[in-house]
């Protein structure tokens, strides 16, 4: 994208594809639709390669959830996304999670919506030191505050475990050499905002969904399945 000084050719689109988005207002996947026209650019290649050319397109889409309607700019190259600006967010329901820690875990998925992988493993990690406060759990360090942590809150161990790995993410992160990790990439982080949703639902969510659940039982002496 930073070849337009290069532009071969620009054309106008009197009607621009419809583009699969997450929307970055309401968080939904749709199919937006075009707003006004859009501009194709002829670019060259990556490498060059003679005679060869990349169409880029550019313009303005519209949220199709009626109560969202959001305007996105749109980047895209032979039909696939390249770019939405806003960046499109990954969904997460913050319902009875402390406020700090959303804080911590939005400004993580801000950073991975916008490619900042790097910044985004150490708020993952920073993330995992939020869950630790809240729940009073000590330490030197947060590899020990991970492990009483299992003192305060029941977890699948595999959740635990999740929590050492996602600590040593974020301390290759933030040193100039990864010690752990090869890279710190879309797949790496990507893995890291699954687990560390599943965290937060684990630790703060669950307790309340059965809590719903419950409340819709019938009145004491209704009757019982086996």
């Avoid at 309607?69 to 997460?92: L, N």
């Avoid at 290759?172 to 937060?200: C, F, M, N, Q, W």
């Amino acid at each position: 994208m930073n070849a337009l000084s290069r532009v071969t050719n620009v054309n106008v689109l009197a009607q621009g594809p419809i583009l699969p988005i997450v929307c970055p207002a309401c968080r939904r996947e749709g199919n937006f639709g075009t707003l006004g026209q859009d501009v194709m650019f002829n670019l060259p290649t990556i490498p060059p390669r003679p005679n060869m050319v990349r169409q880029v397109g550019v313009g303005h889409r519209l949220c199709p959830n009626p109560q969202c309607a959001t305007h996105v700019f749109v980047i895209y190259e032979g039909g696939r996304m390249v770019r939405t600006f806003p960046a499109g967010r990954i969904d997460f329901d913050s319902a009875g999670v402390p406020e700090r820690v959303v804080k911590a875990f939005d400004e993580a998925l801000s950073c991975t919506a916008n490619e900042c992988y790097t910044a985004a493993a150490m708020l993952i990690r920073k993330t995992l030191e939020a869950v630790c406060d809240d729940l009073a759990a000590k330490g030197a360090d947060l590899k020990h505050r991970i492990l009483d942590l299992q003192s305060k809150v029941t977890l699948p161990k595999e959740l635990f475990e999740a929590m050492d790995h996602l600590r040593l993410l974020g301390n290759d992160a933030a040193h100039v050499e990864s010690r752990e990790y090869d890279t710190i990439g879309p797949e790496e982080v990507g893995a890291g905002i699954e687990l560390t949703k599943e965290i937060i639902k684990s630790t703060y969510q669950y307790k309340s969904l059965l809590g719903r659940l419950i409340a819709l039982k019938k009145p004491a002496g209704g009757s019982q399945s086996p």
